[in-house]
Nanobody, 117 residues
Framework: QVQLVESAGGLVPPGGSLRLSCAAS????????IRWFRQAPGKQRELVAG???????NYADAVKGRFTISRDNTKNTVYLQMNSLKPEDTAVYYC???????????WGQGTQVTVSS
């Protein structure tokens, strides 16, 4: 089993920055990819960014150039640095890991990010 714990989100003004973290514990050897998803009220959950164990990254078009995903293997933690935040970035952000073994996926509890003046 893999447990994922996200850091607290918060209220940020438009144009501001926020860094989220996702700390993994348990059978971390089974993790292949860690991704950040988000879900805004009334909308489907969508992929924000992902990073593989080799460090390869990918981003949703909506956040390219503004968000950066990174990892610190010494801390078993993945970060999502969010800059130039917009009101449309408001959502609950979830950390997710793909696993090489059952149950094949693990989710964090989610953290609220609100971008508003």
């Amino acid at each position: 089993q893999v447990q994922l714990v996200e850091s607290a989100g918060g209220l940020v003004p438009p144009g501001g920055s926020l860094r989220l973290s996702c700390a993994a514990s348990g059978s971390i050897f089974s993790i292949t990819v860690i991704r950040w998803f988000r879900q805004a009220p009334g909308k489907q959950r969508e992929l924000v960014a992902g990073i593989t164990t080799s460090g390869r990254t990918n981003y949703a078009d909506a956040v390219k150039g503004r968000f950066t995903i990174s990892r610190d293997n010494t801390k078993n933690t993945v970060y999502l640095q969010m800059n130039s935040l917009k009101p449309e970035d408001t959502a609950v952000y979830y950390c997710n890991a793909d696993l090489k073994v059952t149950p094949w996926s693990s989710w964090g509890q989610g953290t609220q990010v609100t971008v508003s003046s």
